[in-house]
C-alpha cells in the first residue's frame, strides 16, 4: 500500500477526545484483538485491483464505533454493544457473505455473534465484574445511537465510511473529517428514537455526497470480482483442505494470504491456482453486456450502503436532508438507480 498519512490514533482521539477506561480493558480481549488481523475493506488490501491508502482493521472499527456511542451517549452498556457488534466477522469479512450466497444484504456472518459472546469467559468475568448482563451487550441492533435501519445515521455507519473513504479513494482527510464529525449531534427521527444527524445542512449534505462516492466504489463491478472471487478462492480452499472454515475466525489475513501463496505456488490444485493467480494479480476488468470466453465473471445485485441523514432545524427539531435540498436528493436518488454492466470480467491469469 501507498503511504498516508491517516493516523488511526489521532482519527480515534477526534471520535472522542475522553475515552473511558473501560474501553481499554475489553479492547484487550482476544475476542477483539483477534479483530485486528481482519481488514475493513474485505480483502480488498490483497489485490492490486485496488490500490488501498491505508490498512484498518475491524478492530480500529469497532473501538471507533464504540468511541462515537459513548461520545454521544456516555452508556456503558450502549458502548460495550458497539464494541462487540463485529466479533463474529471472519478473515476477509464480507466476502465470506458472498461465500455465502449472501451478497444482497450481507448479514449472513452476523449469526454468531451472541454465541462468541456467551462462551467467552474471560469476557463473562469482565462483565460480572461491572453489574453487565451479556443480553445487554449483545445486540447493538437495541441501541439506535448505535445501529438503525438505512437510511438512518448511526455509530457505525457514520464510523466505518470516514476511513472507507480515506482508504479506498482519498475521499476523506484528516481535515476533513475533523470539521464534519464536529457537526453530528443526537436528533430525533420520525419516529421519535434516537439517531445521530447533522447541526448544519452543509455538514450534512457533505457527508452524504462523500458518503455515496465512496458507496459507488463498492457497487461496481471491480468490487464485486473482488469480492466474489476470494470468495470463490477461499471455498475451493476448503474444498482441498487447505484451512477449514473455523480457521477464517482463527488466523490472521495476512498469515491466510501468504499460506495461498505458497499452495499457489506449488499448483496443488489447477482450479485454486487459478482463482488465486487472478485475485493475486489482476489490476483492470473490462466490463461486458455478457459473459466473455477465458474469463472470470459476474453478475450480481449488491447491498446498496446510503444514508440520508437528517438535519437540526430551527426549532430544535430535525429534517430528512432530502426533503430541503434536492442537490442531496438528486444525489441520492442516482446512486440507487446505478447499474453498472450486465458483467464485470477479468482475464485468467496462469
Avoid at 67 to 85: R, Y
Avoid at 185 to 208: M, P
Avoid at 263 to 277: H, P, Q
Wanted: aromatic share 12%; net charge negative; charged share 25%.
Amino acid at each position: 500500500m501507498e503511504k498516508s498519512d491517516f493516523d488511526i490514533q489521532q482519527y480515534h482521539k477526534m471520535l472522542c477526545e475522553d475515552p473511558p477506561d473501560f474501553l481499554k480493558i475489553y479492547t484487550r480481549l482476544s475476542l477483539l484483538q483477534r479483530l485486528d488481523g481482519v481488514g475493513l475493506l474485505c480483502g480488498t488490501d490483497w489485490t492490486p485491483l485496488f490500490q488501498n491508502k491505508f490498512y484498518y482493521s475491524r478492530l480500529d472499527h469497532s473501538i471507533g464505533t464504540a468511541l462515537i456511542v459513548w461520545n454521544f451517549t456516555h452508556d456503558k452498556k450502549q458502548t460495550l454493544a458497539g464494541l462487540m457488534h463485529d466479533i463474529s466477522t471472519p478473515a476477509f469479512s464480507h466476502v465470506i457473505d458472498f461465500m455465502n450466497g449472501d451478497a444482497a444484504t450481507q448479514e449472513s456472518i452476523e449469526e454468531p455473534t451472541k454465541r462468541m459472546i456467551n462462551e467467552d469467559m474471560d469476557l463473562s468475568t469482565l462483565l460480572f465484574s461491572h453489574g453487565i448482563y451479556k443480553y445487554e451487550i449483545d445486540n447493538y441492533h437495541l441501541y439506535p445511537v448505535a445501529d438503525n435501519d438505512l437510511p438512518g445515521l448511526n455509530a457505525d455507519r457514520l464510523e466505518y465510511m470516514y476511513p472507507s473513504g480515506a482508504a479506498l479513494g482519498g475521499i476523506w482527510t484528516m481535515d476533513d473529517i475533523k470539521r464534519n464529525y464536529a457537526e453530528v449531534t443526537v436528533l430525533k427521527n420520525e419516529h421519535s428514537y434516537d439517531e445521530l444527524g447533522f447541526n448544519s445542512l452543509e455538514a450534512a449534505r457533505e457527508y452524504t455526497e462523500k458518503f455515496l462516492e465512496t458507496s459507488m466504489i463498492l457497487q461496481k463491478n471491480e468490487d464485486k470480482i473482488a469480492m466474489q472471487l476470494m470468495a470463490d478462492v477461499i471455498q475451493r480452499a476448503i474444498e482441498c483442505g487447505y484451512i477449514m472454515e473455523e480457521d477464517l475466525y482463527i488466523l490472521e489475513e495476512e498469515y491466510i494470504i501468504r499460506k495461498f501463496d505458497s499452495i499457489a505456488s506449488r499448483k496443488l490444485d489447477e482450479k485454486f491456482t487459478r482463482l488465486y493467480t487472478t485475485f493475486r494479480k489482476m489490476k483492470k476488468i473490462i466490463r461486458s453486456p455478457e459473459p466473455m470466453d477465458n474469463a472470470y465473471c459476474v453478475s450480481m445485485n449488491v447491498k446498496k450502503r446510503y444514508v440520508d441523514p437528517l438535519v437540526k432545524n430551527e426549532i430544535g427539531g430535525a429534517y430528512r436532508l432530502s426533503s430541503i435540498c434536492p442537490e442531496a436528493k438528486a444525489f441520492i436518488d442516482d446512486f440507487l438507480a446505478f447499474k453498472d454492466s450486465a458483467y464485470g470480467c477479468v482475464p485468467w491469469e496462469s
